[in-house]
């Protein structure tokens, strides 16, 4: 059964950045595309950035030039870069296949833009 372990988050002040990490068993990350997605209070869950079997990444509008995702296949880890963030970022951040969900989310981490 495959477990997405996702953390990294917390407040932060606006401006500031944070690196969250995905963590999968039960499955081989080397062979998925990947992505990470967002859900804020009140709004449905949302793509922000993926990452292919071969590397290339897309990012939604609103956090291009802001986040950068990657992957290390060694450690079965897909990481979130965020940087400048502000506080519509607030929300609970998820990793999952980029297409072809895995059945089960992880938890999420909550990321807090506030000052």
């Known amino acids: 059964q495959v477990q997405l372990v996702e953390s990294g988050g917390g407040l932060v002040q606006p401006g500031g950045s944070l690196r969250l990490s995905c963590v999968a068993s039960g499955t081989n990350l080397r062979i998925n595309s990947m992505a990470w997605y967002r859900q804020a209070p009140g709004k449905e869950r949302e793509p922000v950035a993926s990452i292919t079997v071969g590397g290339a990444t897309t990012y939604a509008d609103s956090v291009k030039g802001q986040f950068t995702i990657s992957r290390d296949n060694a450690k079965n880890t897909v990481y979130l870069q965020m940087n400048t963030l502000k506080p519509e970022d607030t929300a609970v951040y998820y990793c999952?296949?980029?297409?072809?969900?895995?059945?089960?989310w992880g938890q999420g981490t909550q990321v807090t833009v506030s000052s």
């Open positions: 999952n296949r980029a297409s072809g969900l895995f059945a089960t």
